[in-house]
């Protein structure tokens, strides 16, 4: 039994690299980053759990807090529960949030959302497609998207202290019907 433990925990290392480096060389080309003003850009994702996919689109005229998670992200587990909260504060009709799970190996992710249940969805993206696509430089990394599509604020990483800031921004987007 410890052999098998100790295969599965130089495997999850080796995992972990492999992320690591793609972020790395994903960050360290000459591409600006999205920001607060630009569009999020379109995309479907095989959901971590099911069958079914996720798509950016399916939330069109709700304000949308899109989070990058991994399982080896020791932030990303202290924001997990956090955003969970938050979107139980708001209407489901003004607000979700929706999360892209960036493990190589999705069942890492499924097993980490066993110990840390949320209620809201999350894509599983494997290859890396999506962190390139919106420009991720670390994890975390979240948008807050208004109803029209925009980029409205860009959150890297994650402490407990971020949440009420977080909360009044999507506060303000509710209100504004924006």
Known sequence: MTGSRSSDAKQ??????TVACTLLVLCSSPVQALKPGD????????????DASI????YRGKVVYLDFWASWCAPCAAALPALDALRKEFPQDQFRVLA????S????ARQFLERRPVGYPSAADPEGALPAQF???TMPTSFLIDRQGVIRHVHRGFVRDDVDDLRRRIQKLVAEGR
């Open 12 to 17: 999850l290392q080796r995992r972990a690299l």
């Open 39 to 50: 569009r999020a850009p379109a995309f479907s994702a095989r959901a971590l759990e099911g």
């Open 55 to 58: 798509s950016l689109s399916q």
């Open 100 to 103: 892209v799970n960036v493990d």
């Open 105 to 108: 190996d999705p069942r890492l």
């Open 135 to 137: 420009e991720v430089e």
